[in-house]
């Protein structure tokens, strides 16, 4: 008995060896699979990251576009709403104008009566 009990911890030894290595050579592949997996997650993420910020440049590019021919609309809106404003102003100087001088030349032919009414 005591032979076998020699040999016993003598394999026990040896097991736990190659159960130590067995287990190092394991979590090593386990640690590649992941970096692996990481290496292609992280390549996707790049990817999306570039796509996000392509998206980005034609959103950017895409609200210029539209600002600026908002902006020119707006500008062409202002100009004709100008020329209105100074055609109604030009009309409404002529108007008065010509109320000054039918107001005037009203008090005029007034006075003129009253004055060939008194003499």
């Known amino acids: 008995m005591s032979d076998i009990q020699p040999d016993t911890k003598e394999n026990l030894t040896d097991t736990r060896v190659i159960d130590t290595e067995s287990f190092s050579i394991a979590q090593q592949l386990e640690t590649r699979e992941r970096l692996v997996r990481l290496e292609e997650e992280n390549r996707h993420l790049k990817e999306l990251v ?3 910020g ?4 034609r959103l950017r590019q895409s609200l210029d576009d539209v600002r600026s021919e908002q902006t020119t609309q707006l500008n062409e809106r202002a100009w004709k709403l100008s020329q209105r404003t100074d055609t109604l102003t030009r009309r409404l100087d002529r108007l008065f104008g010509f109320w000054m001088i039918s107001t005037m030349l009203l008090m005029l032919f007034i006075g003129v009566i009253m004055f060939k009414a008194t003499a």
């Open 50 to 52: 570039t796509e996000l």
């Open 54 to 57: 392509d998206k980005q440049k």
